[in-house]
């Protein structure tokens, strides 16, 4: 089983339209998660951070479901912009290297 | 603040050249990493850094090196470049275990 996996999509969402993203994670000590946003060939940037108790940012949510290992990024109302790659993203337990998933590809459409 | 940033933003390159790509952040961040990315896939970490003074492999080191002689400072080397390394380069910083930042990347080209 991969570290971290995510379904590459891509995702293709009329503008307005409720979407969510799964991650699974294979070490069950991780204990904190990042979801980053990444723009066609810009960096990734932080658009999340992810702890027991979920998160949730104006149109974004995210859960963390440790029985199962994964974490969920739901994004409501979506909008042109939100348009981009979604990384997940564990940060280092025992290591310095944080996992990267492959990214999952969202279209909103007009 | 600044941030991470990298230089130079584009480059090409002939077969065999060398090159250093630049790498600098004033977050006073112990951690510093070096990531490529080809067209449509993840990032591959290449080195790190854990502090000053200290480097170690990532995943795909074949055909680079790096130094840290500062805390600001992590330079990666192509020394006989070759197609393959083709790719974006991102620099990135963090304190363990905490958000990493991202420079703006270098585009690689190798003929």
């Known amino acids: 089983r991969k570290e971290v996996e995510q379904d590459p999509g891509p995702f293709n969402v009329p503008e307005g339209a409720t979407v969510a993203f799964n991650c699974t994670y294979s070490?069950?000590?991780?204990?904190?998660f990042f979801w980053y946003r990444q723009d066609c060939r810009k960096e990734p940037k932080l658009l999340m951070s992810?702890?027991?108790s979920g998160n949730e940012d104006g149109r974004f949510t995210a859960q963390l479901n440790r029985a199962s290992q994964y974490i969920s990024l739901l994004i409501r109302d979506s909008k042109l912009s939100d348009s981009a790659t979604y990384l997940c993203?564990?940060?280092?337990?025992?290591?310095?290297?944080?996992?990267f998933g492959t990214g999952t590809r969202l279209k909103v459409l007009a | 603040n600044a941030g991470v940033t990298q230089t130079p933003k584009f480059r090409i390159l002939k077969i065999g050249q060398s090159m250093t790509l630049q790498c600098t952040q004033d977050m006073n961040h112990n951690y510093m990493y070096w990531y490529r990315q080809d067209p449509g896939m993840g990032l591959k970490l290449i080195y790190y850094?854990?502090?000053?003074?200290?480097?170690d492999k990532g995943e795909v080191p074949n055909g680079y090196n790096v130094s840290r002689s500062t805390t600001e400072d992590f330079p990666l080397r192509l020394e006989l470049a070759a197609p393959s390394q083709t790719s974006v380069y991102f620099c990135?910083?963090?304190?363990?275990?905490?958000?990493?930042?991202f420079g703006p990347g270098t585009r690689l080209t190798v003929l």
């Open positions: 993203v564990v940060p280092p337990s025992g290591t310095y290297k944080y996992i």
């Open positions: 070490n069950s000590a991780s204990q904190s």
């Open positions: 850094s854990v502090g000053a003074g200290i480097t």
């Open positions: 992810v702890y027991s």
């Open positions: 990135a910083s963090s304190t363990q275990g905490l958000e990493q930042f």
